[in-house]
């Protein structure tokens, strides 16, 4: 069955950290990037950050820039995004996806946000004291 499966989410104070998971089942990351996107109720879906299919090139949102750090080990079939310094803004639903790649000049794949056709289930960040 292919399928993404997010984990990691909780509750944090302001200033915390937590790791989410993204583990793939059913195909290989060496062939796809991924992107983690979150959702308040309510409101548009944010894309928050992607990683290329060959752990290379990555992209953060302005609002995560510093404090997230995506990661992607192809062995593990597994995408990690690393928050740190939460605040109460990055309360959401995160969600982990495929998305698409591009090439640039030099012919480098990096990742980009369309084409998401595989989307996991959700898993909630809350930050609050």
């Known amino acids: 069955q292919v399928q993404l499966v997010e984990s990691g989410g909780g509750l944090v104070p302001p200033g915390g950290s937590l790791t989410l998971s993204c583990k793939a089942s059913?195909?290989?990351?060496?062939?796809?990037?991924i992107a983690w996107f979150r959702q308040v109720a309510g409101k548009e879906r944010e894309a928050v950050s992607c990683?290329?299919?060959?752990?290379?090139?990555?992209n953060y949102a302005d609002s995560v820039k510093g404090r997230f750090a995506i990661s992607k080990d192809n062995a593990e079939n597994t995408v990690y995004l690393r928050m740190n310094s939460l605040k109460s803004e990055d309360t959401a639903t995160y969600y982990c996806?495929?998305?698409?790649?591009?090439?640039?000049?030099?012919?480098?794949?990096?990742?980009?946000?369309?084409?998401?056709?595989?989307w996991g289930q959700g898993t909630q960040v809350t930050v609050s004291s």
């Open positions: 059913g195909f290989s990351l060496d062939y796809y990037a």
């Open positions: 990683i290329s299919s060959s752990e290379g090139p990555t």
């Open positions: 996806a495929t998305t698409g790649e591009r090439r640039d000049a030099s012919g480098r794949y990096y990742c980009d946000y369309y084409d998401m056709n595989i």
